[in-house]
């Protein structure tokens, strides 16, 4: 008798960087290039898209992050601007890589755990029929 498989939690995969269905295969290949398929269950990794998801949302998080933490830098030790440049100008990226990583992963855990798919409208042939191009007419 086969039991089904222990769920993997989103945010656990999203936080490892691993196989949304098992926990276990590393999800990434390299930073932020995911993997063709899990080396621990087979999972495929191509039905993931996550498109500009983790972008907006690191954008967003990191945003803030960064102006909060250069505000209270300036007002707590007046550092000169060259000192502002090398701190911000390293830990931005670093914080951007870690973040991205981490949103990719949970976005794709997220999108693995509700099956979600590309949208689609539901229509009637003869709403399309109305609605469609005319795709036989020529145009001069």
Same mark, same amino acid.
């Given at each position: 008798?086969?039991?089904?498989?222990?769920?993997?939690?989103?945010?656990?995969?999203?936080?490892?960087?691993?196989?949304?269905?098992?926990?276990?295969?590393?999800?990434? #290949?390299?930073?932020?290039?995911?993997? /063709?398929?899990?080396?621990?269950?087979?999972?495929?990794?191509?039905?993931? #898209?996550?498109? /500009?998801?983790?972008?907006?949302?690191?954008?967003?998080?990191?945003?803030?992050?960064?102006?909060?933490?250069?505000?209270?830098?300036?007002?707590?030790?007046?550092?000169?601007?060259?000192?502002?440049?090398?701190?911000?100008?390293?830990?931005?990226?670093?914080?951007?890589?870690?973040?991205?990583?981490?949103?990719?992963?949970?976005?794709?855990?997220?999108?693995?755990?509700?099956?979600?798919?590309?949208?689609?409208?539901?229509?009637?042939?003869?709403? /399309?029929? @109305?609605?469609?191009?005319? @795709? /036989?007419?020529?145009? #001069?």
């Amino acid at each position: 008798m086969t039991h089904a498989p222990e769920q993997v939690s989103p945010l656990s995969a999203g936080l490892r960087g691993r196989c949304p269905r098992c926990g276990k295969g590393p999800l990434f #290949d390299g930073l932020l290039g995911l993997r /063709d398929s899990c080396r621990a269950c087979g999972l495929n990794f191509r039905f993931i #898209d996550t498109g /500009d998801g983790p972008a907006v949302f690191a954008i967003m998080i990191l945003g803030a992050v960064v102006l909060g933490g250069a505000l209270w830098f300036e007002f707590r030790y007046e550092p000169p601007v060259w000192q502002h440049v090398v701190l911000w100008g390293v830990l931005t990226p670093v914080l951007a890589i870690g973040l991205l990583r981490f949103l990719k992963a949970t976005l794709a855990a997220l999108q693995y755990t509700h099956k979600a798919e590309e949208g689609r409208l539901a229509q009637t042939a003869e709403v /399309d029929a @109305v609605t469609a191009p005319n @795709v /036989d007419r020529k145009v #001069d």
